[in-house]
């Protein structure tokens, strides 16, 4: 508002009743401030004028100045701290921490965007849609502008950290802070931590009872006993650390029989897990661990659970990537002193995932519709989506349109969301999981020179054929000549040949003796019909 010059219309000095009512006003807009505070801030006897002025776009602004500074600027009959009253009072404000690059952007007259905070440990501070809040730079806890809320904190989370996040109406440096001293930026230390947290302790806990975060369908990792699970990603919560938090409670589950230690081991590697599989991408690296913390692991909390990673085993963040780093799934670097960032994800890793039926994919939709209360009261075959559901399966233009959706659309839905794949399993050896849909062995005919008729076999190798020796076989079981070729339109995919109709042959040797399912060999129907008797 204040990046460029602006127009004054007049400066007058407040008479003893204005600033009463003034007073009255900072002490309802600002319940923070007690009353010694207010009549500091707007002081009795010494000098204080009222400055009307029009900011570059026409906006008309009432500036409050006193001792030479602009301590208030009223707009639209809202009463706003200016930094100079900030640095006097730096926790007056909701506050939010970014980069001291973005300075110079904001300056300028730019509003500040969500990619740009820097999430603490304890997590962003909780503030609605058009809250008032104060940016600070990293390490100093001196505010450098003022702005308005774009969005609430659940709502920052579920964006995922993108889009604007404050509508900047004051900065440092600005022409509102030049009308002022010109004091330079103050270096306010940050808030100390307990004696137990002074070493890069990581201690978050996620409170149900605040941020929210929405989570994206997907599969999840598998349990002690190595059955796969998978979950609804759900609301996240994180609250800021607690002050006593062996008196919040860690909501174990009452029906596991292990301790909380290991309880939390497992949420711990579950929610790290979840992370790298639904909200970490490649671009995103490198990433700071403690951002990868409070910006991604939290999210993956489940609803009611609370992760503490001083009830964990490993008691620090920094040694549970140690060990996730000892296991080969992600590489962890100190890129400068004393901060460390994730650098590399070894994507592929077979713990990144798990695979799931269709029929217990079914079953956690239906599940969760239930205990959530979506099943529509007057028609049962109707499902209420709620923002997890909307977020998951619908598109930007049908989230203020779609309301409900039949069993069947939800579910359809839900399944073209997630990542198909398939495995075949093999005697004695361990099963082969890959992603993707497996294509069906192919039997085709085909004539070649002189009106001859060959018999081509293609996609055997997904099956663990060797195309080589199905040749071989055929050769001496059809008594004739067969050959192998590369697939067109295939990479590394090789096709087998064989000299006439040799679609029964095939049949039994696929059906019969390599026992594949009819359902995925296509081109059986083709072979020859027998002969008509005389």
């Not at 330079?184 to 990581?202: Q, R, T, V």
């Not at 293609?458 to 071989?472: F, I, K």
Request: glycine share 6%.
């Amino acid at each position: 508002m204040f990046a460029k010059a602006f127009r004054v219309k007049s400066n007058t000095a407040i008479k003893g009743s204005d600033r009463r009512r003034l007073r009255a006003d900072v002490a309802a807009a600002f319940p923070g401030l007690g009353t010694d505070q207010v009549s500091v801030l707007v002081p009795g006897k010494e000098e204080l004028n009222t400055v009307k002025l029009y900011a570059h776009r026409g906006d008309a602004v009432t500036v409050y100045v006193s001792g030479g500074n602009p301590i208030l600027f009223e707009l639209e009959k809202n009463l706003y701290p200016t930094v100079y009253t900030l640095w006097s009072y730096p926790d007056l404000l909701p506050t939010f921490t970014t980069w001291p690059l973005v300075l110079e952007k904001l300056v300028g007259g730019a509003d500040l965007m969500l990619p740009g905070l820097v999430v603490p440990p304890a997590g962003l501070p909780q503030v609605q849609k058009g809250d008032l809040c104060a940016i600070t730079l990293v390490g100093n806890r001196a505010p450098v502008a003022v702005g308005v809320a774009a969005m609430s904190t659940a709502e920052m989370l579920t964006s995922g950290l993108k889009g604007r996040g404050f509508s900047m109406l004051h900065t440092y440096q600005d022409h509102l802070w030049r009308s002022g001293d010109k004091s330079s930026l103050p270096s306010i230390a940050p808030l100390a931590l307990d004696p137990p947290d002074l070493e890069k302790e990581e201690s978050i806990t996620a409170d149900p009872a605040m941020q929210e975060d929405l989570r994206c369908l997907t599969l999840e990792g598998e349990d002690e006993n190595g059955e796969a699970q998978q979950q609804m990603c759900g609301r996240k919560s994180l609250s800021e650390a607690s002050e006593d938090s062996n008196s919040r409670g860690l909501n174990p589950d009452p029906t596991d029989s292990r301790t909380l230690q290991e309880q939390m081991d497992e949420l711990l590697q579950r929610c790290f897990l979840h992370a790298l599989k639904c909200q970490v991408k490649k671009a995103d690296l490198p990433l700071l661990t403690s951002t990868f913390l409070g910006n991604h692991m939290f999210s993956c909390c489940p609803k009611g659970r609370q992760l503490d990673i001083k009830k964990s085993s490993y008691r620090k963040l920094s040694k549970f990537l140690q060990q996730m780093q000892q296991e080969q799934i992600v590489q962890v670097e100190e890129l400068s002193k004393g901060v460390e960032s994730i650098v590399a994800v070894d994507w592929k890793h077979p713990r990144k995932g798990s695979i799931l039926e269709g029929g217990e994919v079914r079953t956690i939709i239906i599940n969760y519709a239930k205990k959530n209360d979506l099943v529509d009261a007057n028609n049962k075959n109707l499902v209420k989506l709620d923002p997890i559901l909307c977020d998951c399966i619908l598109e930007k233009n049908e989230q203020h349109t779609v309301m409900k959706l039949p069993w069947d659309s939800l579910l359809t839905r839900c399944f073209e969301k997630l990542q198909p794949a398939y495995q075949v399993s093999f005697p004695g050896q361990e099963p082969i999981v890959k992603k993707g849909k497996i294509c069906p062995i192919d039997i085709s005919l085909a004539q070649r020179a002189s009106n001859k008729k060959v018999t081509v076999v293609r996609n055997l190798e997904p099956y663990g054929l060797d195309p080589c020796s199905v040749a071989s076989i055929l050769q001496q079981r059809c008594q004739a000549s067969t050959t192998v070729t590369p697939a067109a339109g295939a990479k590394d995919s090789l096709q087998v040949q064989i000299q006439g109709n040799q679609v029964h042959h095939l049949s039994r040797l696929l059906l019969e003796e390599y026992r594949l399912p009819r359902k995925y060999i296509q081109g059986l129907e083709k072979a020859p019909k027998p002969a008509k008797k005389k």
